[in-house]
């Protein structure tokens, strides 16, 4: 029999319910000024109490109810690592209006045409709006049921009444907890309200989808404890002035971390982008000076994205920088490199990068094709069609090796791309004042070991003695 509670003080922050014995102006977790109140906290001693199943050797466990099943959308069982797993409690967070519930509707109405049940709670929508949105995206189905509930009791009989395989709540912010303190979308709600949604998907093997909101940085909503409570954690992105969305594993157990789906969103719903290599490569009639093509790596997936540089005289004092799509601090340093090692005087000039088709590339791996486009652009020597470039680029202006190089060499020659600027391998010959390189799948691969090098190979250079580039 416990001991009678006892109650001593705390404090705890509330926008991520972290805890302390004291009072501090700044939350040690969120780092939120003038978050941390007082609050009291029962503590109580534990005794041994009845266990629900016994222990076993791991050999005797059984595995045939945890096997994947798909969801009926590819690319998203790409990022699951293989499809839904019983049980498996999976957050999917994404900015609003990002087409989270589309695509969570899709996946129930999949799942309901193969005679599954399902059950759609939502919290922000009537269920005639809902309606609404599958009979558009054709979601209308026998088996999928909806319920629009925001009280956690009324969702737990629905899920006694339904017992559905897989059951989706859209969204958890908006679900909330009778005798738990705080409003619905706080922080002791949420995690009271998912601890509960959690422990009835894994005793009745239901495969459960939470919907959580994001803060104005990006981060999940909520104390931090959810994402540790889940399974498997997702982050819907896509820019709103873009038809393109991606998914980002950030925390699966039963699959890799580094996976992306990729989706095309529209009014007829959200369809699975299987190929999605040519939405963020431009194709020009001819050759044009400010533009070259990186090979990203989204996951596991070799992605191709042309980035293209402007530069022109400024009349300010201090020239413009603007980018898009691109990470402008690590523009700038490329624009050191270029001053310091090729001769590129850009102190005078504005200068503008961006990506095409609204992608962000991230990876270090793009700077060299950045400095290529740049370097055209300055020079007014346009890259030979059909190239691309990969490369980290060193402040001492050498290029370092990229992680992946085959597969993304591979993914290029694919798209039809016939000359591959690369760095060479540590104590390796520079190849780039050769006429050809080494072939692979019919594709030239030069191997650099200096930026200036890979400007040169490009023929984007000037005073490089003839200007041209070994495809012509």
Known sequence: MSKPAKVRSAYR????????TKWVGRCGECQAWGSVAEAAAPTMRATASPVTTPAVPIG?????????????VPELDRVLGGGLVPGAAILLAGEPGGGKSTL?????AQ????????????????????????????????????????????????????????????????IGASGIEGVPGGVTQVKEVAAALIRVAKTRNITTVLVGHVTKDGSIAGPRVLEHLVDVVLHFEGDRNSRFRMVRAMKNRFGPVDEVGCFDLSSEGIRAVTDPT?????????????????VTMEGRRPMLAEVQGLVTPSPLERPRRTTSGIDGSRVAMILAVLQQHAGIRLH???????????????????????????????SGL???????????????GELRRVRDLPQRLAEAARQGFRMAIVPCEPGAADNSRRQTGRELDGMQVLDVSTVLSALR????????????????
Do not use: N
């Open 457 to 472: 190979a490009a023929g984007v250079a000037k005073g490089d003695g003839s200007g041209r580039s070994p495809l012509d």
């Open 348 to 378: 005078q000039h504005d200068v503008f990068a961006s990506t095409v088709g609204g992608a962000r590339i991230t990876e270090p791996a793009a700077d060299l094709a950045i400095a290529i486009a740049i370097a055209s652009s300055t």
């Open 13 to 20: 922050c509330t926008e991520c319910g972290w805890e302390t």
């Open 382 to 396: 346009a890259p030979p069609k059909g190239i691309v470039a990969m490369g980290e680029i060193g402040l001492a």
């Open 278 to 294: 040519g939405l963020f490569v431009e194709h020009h009639s001819s050759q044009v000076p400010g533009t070259c093509v990186a």
């Open 60 to 72: 005797q466990v059984s595995v045939q109810d945890s096997q994947f099943r798909t969801s009926g």
């Open 111 to 174: 799942t309901a045409r193969v005679r599954t049940r399902t059950l759609y709670v939502t919290g922000e929508e009537s269920a005639s709006q809902v309606r609404l949105r599958a009979d558009r995206t054709g979601g209308v189905h026998d088996e999928l049921f909806i319920a629009a509930e925001t009280d956690l009791g009324a969702v737990l009989t629905h899920i006694e009444q339904v017992r559905p395989t897989l059951l989706v709540i859209d969204s958890v912010q908006t």
């Open 104 to 108: 969570l509707l899709e996946v129930a």
